[in-house]
């Protein structure tokens, strides 16, 4: 009931296309939808995050879509660049406030030709 | 404003060693949370500090254990290592782990092997 489902394991696109990685979870109690992205030999960084009061989220080329009754939610980047080929991790957060921890999905390793 | 800082970079160890890594906080954050991430997945919880106390805990036994100081900053304690210790060891800050404030900032790791 912890797990965050990650797919798909690996992507390639072409430079200027849209890259979709999708995410499911079964928790109920989720309250914190975070998307990072990592490249070798350094930490996740933080993308992008939604709120399950929200549908959709957008930051520049990137954009959470958030679908609360099928418990998915999923990362599209706009016109991929080469520069975004990374390994990107969605995450989730239980609701409380007594400390948190949070649940990362395996990772979607992107390779964007160019 | 300094990001997270984690010390050592690499670490070789032996098994049945003990070792210790450290992690300073973003700047005005007051919690720290560690991971483990090994090689080709996901990072999985390890535990989470603030106000000196040990607040979460993942499935990880015992021999891990952690501390936080005064100045937010925090210790990975692992002993007894075993080959499947062997892995990137992550340390993120947040502000405010009390008011339920999720953002996490990560640290570069530091990349343990056991052998």
């Known amino acids: 009931q912890q797990q965050v489902k990650q797919s798909p394991q690996s992507l390639i696109v072409q430079k200027g296309g849209i890259s979709i990685i999708n995410c499911a979870y079964e928790n109920t109690a989720f309250d914190y939808f975070p998307w990072y992205q990592q490249f070798p030999g350094k930490g996740p960084a933080l993308l992008i995050a939604?709120?399950?009061?929200?549908s959709e989220k957008k930051e520049g080329r990137f954009t959470i879509s958030f679908n609360k009754s099928a418990k998915q939610f999923s990362l599209h980047i706009m016109d991929s660049q080469p520069g975004d080929s990374a390994t990107y991790f969605c995450?989730?957060?239980?609701?409380?406030?007594?400390?948190?921890?949070?649940?990362f999905g395996a990772g979607t390793r992107l390779f964007v030709k160019a | 404003d300094a990001g997270v800082t984690q010390s050592p970079t690499h670490l070789i160890k032996t098994r049945g060693q003990q070792v210790t890594l450290r992690c300073s906080p973003k700047?005005?954050?007051?919690?720290v949370s560690w991971y483990q991430q090994a090689l080709g997945q996901g990072p999985q919880f390890i535990f989470q500090y603030y106000e000196e106390e040990e607040r979460q805990r993942g499935n990880f036994p015992d021999r891990f254990s952690g501390h936080q100081f005064p100045n937010y900053s925090s210790e990975l304690n692992v002993n007894a290592l075993l080959l499947g210790d062997s892995a990137l060891y992550l340390c993120a800050s947040s502000l405010n782990a009390r008011q339920a404030i999720y953002e996490q900032y990560f640290g570069p790791g530091t990349r343990l092997t056991v052998t």
């Open positions: 700047s005005g954050h007051d919690t």
């Open positions: 995450a989730a957060t239980p609701r409380n406030t007594g400390g948190f921890k949070t649940i």
């Open positions: 939604i709120r399950p009061d929200v």
